[in-house]
T-cell receptor
Framework: KAGVTQTPRYLIKTRGQQVTLSCSPI?????VSWYQQTPGQGLQFLFE???????NKGNFPGRFSGRQFSNSRSEMNVSTLELGDSALYLC????????????????FGPGTRLTVL | GNSVTQMEGPVTLSEEAFLTINCTYT??????LFWYVQYPGEGLQLLLK?????DKGSNKGFEATYRKETTSFHLEKGSVQVSDSAVYFC??????????????FGTGTRLTVIP
């Protein structure tokens, strides 16, 4: 089974631009989560989507948004880029099992490294 | 709330040395616990997990036991190799009212193994 794929792997943008990152989950996985990783802040949760609905959101400004399509693929968008948005953006997918013990596991993609100049 | 406290790095060991990376957690519910590993330039890979108290997760010679009484999930390996050099993240997963699985990460511990 193919793993989580993210495109593009690398991006260079300038301040004020916007960017869209894409994530394809493992086949059959219904939940997609996004994380930002920086040396200073570590791994921070951005948002989680399930059945095309955002179920949870981290503490990020409204410039960060996302969506999920009917095939569970997800995109995240960052508008009006700032230097501080330079980071590795990681996507993770999970089956999103319901009920019983919380045995769900998130599997990560390789990430998209965004550099804002 | 939920949080994970992880041993500060970096950790430098000689090949075949014993490894322990400490991890403790705070959780409101009944979390699952994970160790992820990140090799240079890559995303996170699941190393092992445990979903309930006293479970032991193991993979590639690494082990960790879910200890509810000490709220700990320490990572151990009996004999490290140069190829184990990476950053290790402890994490917990808790399900909120919406059913969403939220992952809370520690700060990561960089391990360097020298020949």
């Amino acid at each position: 089974k193919a793993g989580v794929t993210q495109t593009p792997r690398y991006l260079i943008k300038t301040r004020g631009q916007q960017v869209t990152l894409s994530c394809s989950p493992i086949s059959g996985h219904r939940s997609v989560s996004w994380y930002q990783q920086t040396p200073g802040q570590g791994l921070q949760f951005l948002f989680e989507y399930f059945s095309e609905t955002q179920r949870n959101k981290g503490n990020f400004p409204g410039r960060f948004s996302g969506r999920q399509f009917s095939n569970s693929r997800s995109e995240m968008n960052v508008s009006t880029l700032e230097l501080g948005d330079s980071a590795l953006y990681l996507c993770a997918s999970s089956l999103a099992l319901t009920g019983g013990l919380n045995t769900d596991t998130q599997y990560f993609g390789p990430g998209t490294r965004l550099t804002v100049l | 709330g939920n949080s994970v406290t992880q041993m500060e790095g970096p950790v430098t060991l000689s090949e075949e040395a014993f490894l322990t990376i400490n991890c403790t957690y705070t959780a409101t519910g009944y979390p699952s616990l994970f160790w992820y590993v990140q090799y240079p330039g890559e995303g996170l890979q699941l190393l092992l997990k445990a979903t309930k108290a006293d479970d032991k997760g193991s993979n590639k010679g690494f082990e960790a036991t879910y200890r509810k009484e000490t709220t700990s999930f320490h990572l151990e390996k009996g004999s490290v190799q140069v190829s184990d050099s990476a950053v290790y993240f402890c994490a917990l997963s808790d399900r909120d009212q919406t059913g969403a699985n939220n992952l809370f990460f520690g700060t990561g511990t960089r391990l360097t193994v020298i020949p």
